[in-house]
């Protein structure tokens, strides 16, 4: 299975796009095998932070960090399976959200 | 000169030494002389610098562990930690200070969570040392990086250290402190390193000098001659010829099989151990399974590994040993009480007792593996003292599927009562680090008592020969997985103390098996003997030495590897 394919068959159930006034949010379920540790952690964040604009990452009933910041989202704790939402703003939003979700997605240990 | 140590396997190796730099100290929490502003750019710089050096090393490295230098490139610049340390400086710190205690914080977040991230905690630590370094002016600590392959000397290796030691840099080995069951010492046996620890004047080495590091033989030359050097290149030519040799199962001269097997510590080695000609595994530790982790790891988790591991040997006997805790690796869910002693204490089968599900769940998870893959499944219980433990172990295994239930003997009090023992359980495997540990009464962590540690003490074989005497009468398997099993003179005489079957690092086989080939059951039974009157090991081992250099003289059969045998020709 290709990682588009893996996106389009998991986006319509676990993957939902609220459009606020001005903040964008995806809410997506994990799909590394063992959470987002070192390697997912680290392509994540460099995606974030190549973004050029603030990210943030929640764990669903945990805290809200920076997602450019590798140690951040690795104290999070965030294992397989577990719900995170992302926000950004501004015009460039939607299209960087999408990605950073595709990228949680995909089973980085597989 | 020569430095004298203890030879872990039989290599030897020439080259040049580089010394590992001592941990640094704690910064002192004092005020800042400097303002915040100041210590900022200083940190600034610093950060920067590091994470240079870790992105030009990762890109050096490339595959896992460029990816892991990669992730510590980041760490070192992260938003999150440069917020910390900012807040820190404000509040007065020095930019050493600052640092140390802004990775602290994000280390014991990592700790706490367990299990993978915590497994991050040592990369953590080496980023805030090398920050921390390079503000002190001070070369990083850790494991140098020279672009050309060193002998490395350390006073020990951290399990840190090894993870992120670049292999491919590393020649051999030489720690001052540690004994043959060390870290390090496994490591090297693992990896096939040539190594020499516990060689305590080596203190005197320099970054530079040459050196031929002589496995074999527990030596370290320093300023070689050029006929040292000379013999040494053809040493290292003639051992990878050995390692060329086709591999076939283990024998002795007269046809008696001696099964070769491989001591593995998670399914990544199978392969490697195959392709060495592993007739399987001896011993297959689980405690990977469990380090780490905060709660015992489900059947389901277990189960996994198991497969995966199994798989790799199809039709062949694989012997896993339950969760063996305890001393030298504590776990919080099973016994984190503190104990004087704890190599005495609450380990392996007892500390299981204790906590019996978790030994039900282990083998739970077993039988079904078992029963989803063609391996042949053995297990045995680790650190078995009484013929009582050993009906529990084996009515348990049976309760729970497994067909075949065998026992540990690493306790003297096992070793005696073997003849008992073995009418319960299936089979018997020694285990001779701790076996030798407890007939001598001597800590093989401690390096101050690392010359007590030495298998060939006839002591310790006197009791290898009582268990090879009631698996003989009793018609049971008797193995051995120790690290004495690697040594190719001493498989010998264990083989005629009556072991059926020798498990080592897979790295180990190669010498192994080329050694039993050259004796007959006859033979072996004649050095066992002469290792069993010996007064100490030393006297053993060189009784020993000289008799079997006495068979193969006598041996009409051509010997043209025996030539250029690497052992004693540098001497």
């Not at chain 2, 390692?243 to 399914?267: E, F, K, M, Q």
């Not at chain 2, 012997?319 to 099973?334: E, I, N, Y």
């Not at chain 2, 540990?408 to 319960?424: F, Q, W």
Request: include cysteine; proline fraction near 5%; charged fraction near 20%.
């Amino acid at each position: 299975m290709t990682v588009a394919d893996q996106y389009s068959q998991h986006l319509p159930h676990n993957a939902h796009a609220t459009k606020g006034t001005a903040m964008l949010e995806r809410t997506v379920l994990i799909g590394s095998t063992h959470g987002l540790h070192a390697r997912p952690a680290k392509l994540f964040s460099q995606a974030a932070a190549a973004a050029g604009v603030p990210i943030t990452l929640t764990k669903t009933g945990g805290k809200t960090v920076n997602a450019a910041s590798i140690l951040g989202i690795i104290s999070l704790g965030i294992g397989h399976g577990d719900e995170v939402t992302l926000a950004a703003d501004g015009d460039t939003a939607e299209t960087i959200l999408d990605e950073l979700a595709r990228l949680l997605l995909v089973d980085h240990d597989a | 000169m020569e430095l004298q140590g203890i030879g872990i396997g039989q290599g030897v190796v020439v080259g040049r030494v580089v010394r590992m730099s001592d941990p640094l100290p704690d910064p002192v929490a004092a005020p800042s002389a400097l303002t915040p502003a100041e210590e900022g750019d200083r940190v600034t710089e610093a950060l920067g610098a590091v994470a240079a050096d870790l992105l030009a090393r990762a890109k050096r490295a490339g595959g896992v562990a460029g990816e892991v230098l990669e992730a510590q490139s980041m760490m070192a610049e992260d938003p999150s930690l440069v917020d910390d340390v900012t807040l820190r400086l404000a509040a007065g710190a020095t930019a050493e200070r600052a640092v140390f205690e802004a990775f602290a914080a994000f280390r014991n977040m990592l700790t706490e969570l367990g299990g993978y991230m915590a497994e991050r905690a040592g990369d953590l630590d080496d980023v805030s040392q090398r920050v921390v370094a390079r503000l002190s002016g001070v070369a990083a600590p850790g494991v140098p990086d020279r672009g050309q392959p060193f002998i490395l000397v350390a006073r020990d290796l951290a399990p840190a250290d090894t993870a992120t030691l670049d292999l491919g840099q590393v020649l051999g080995l030489i720690t001052l402190d540690g004994g043959p069951t060390s870290h390090t010492a496994i490591l090297a046996r693992e990896k096939s390193i040539v190594a020499i620890v516990r060689a305590v004047d080596a203190a005197d080495l320099t970054d530079g000098d040459e050196v031929i590091l002589d496995a074999a033989n527990n030596l370290v030359i320093t300023s070689p001659s050029a006929e040292q050097l000379s013999q040494a290149h053809a040493c290292v030519a003639a051992r990878a010829a050995h390692a060329l040799a086709p591999v076939s199962p283990g024998r002795l001269a007269d046809g008696t099989p001696i099964p070769l097997l491989s001591n593995l510590g998670s399914a990544d080695g199978a392969a490697a151990a195959v392709a060495l000609g592993a007739e399987g595994v001896g011993l297959f530790r689980t405690e990977f399974l469990f380090l780490d982790a905060v709660t015992a790891p489900t059947v389901a988790e277990q189960r996994f590994e198991y497969e995966r591991m199994l798989r790799a040997f199809p039709g062949k006997k694989v012997v896993v040993r339950a969760l063996d805790a305890g001393a030298d690796k504590p776990l919080a869910f099973l016994n984190d009480a503190r104990e004087e002693n704890p190599a005495l204490g609450l380990r392996g089968l007892r500390a299981l007792r204790a906590s019996e599900q978790i030994l039900r769940d282990q083998l739970e998870a077993l039988a079904q593996a078992d029963a989803a893959t063609e391996a042949d499944l053995w297990v045995m219980a680790p650190m078995v003292a009484t013929v009582e433990e050993t009906r529990y172990f084996v009515a348990l295994a049976r309760e729970l599927g497994l067909k075949t239930a065998g026992v540990m003997v690493e306790i003297p009090a096992a070793a005696l009562l073997a003849d008992r023992i073995l009418r319960h359980a299936d089979f018997a495997s020694i285990g001779t680090n701790d076996l030798t540990q407890y007939t001598l009464a001597a800590d093989r962590l401690l390096g101050s008592v690392a010359a007590f540690q030495d298998p060939w003490n006839p002591a310790v074989l006197r009791l290898v020969a009582e268990v090879g005497a009631a698996g003989a009468e009793l018609g049971k398997p008797v193995g051995v997985c120790g690290e004495a099993a690697a040594d190719p003179l001493l498989a010998v005489v264990l083989v005629g103390l009556g072991a059926t079957s020798l498990s080592m690092s897979a790295s180990a086989l190669a010498d192994v098996r080329a050694t039993l080939a050259d004796f007959t059951s006859e033979q072996a039974r004649l050095l066992a003997e002469l290792a069993l009157d010996a007064e100490d090991a030393a006297s053993a081992r060189e009784a020993v030495t000289t008799m079997a250099a006495t068979f193969l003289d006598s041996s009409s059969r051509s010997e043209p590897s025996r030539a250029a045998h690497p052992r004693k020709v540098l001497k």
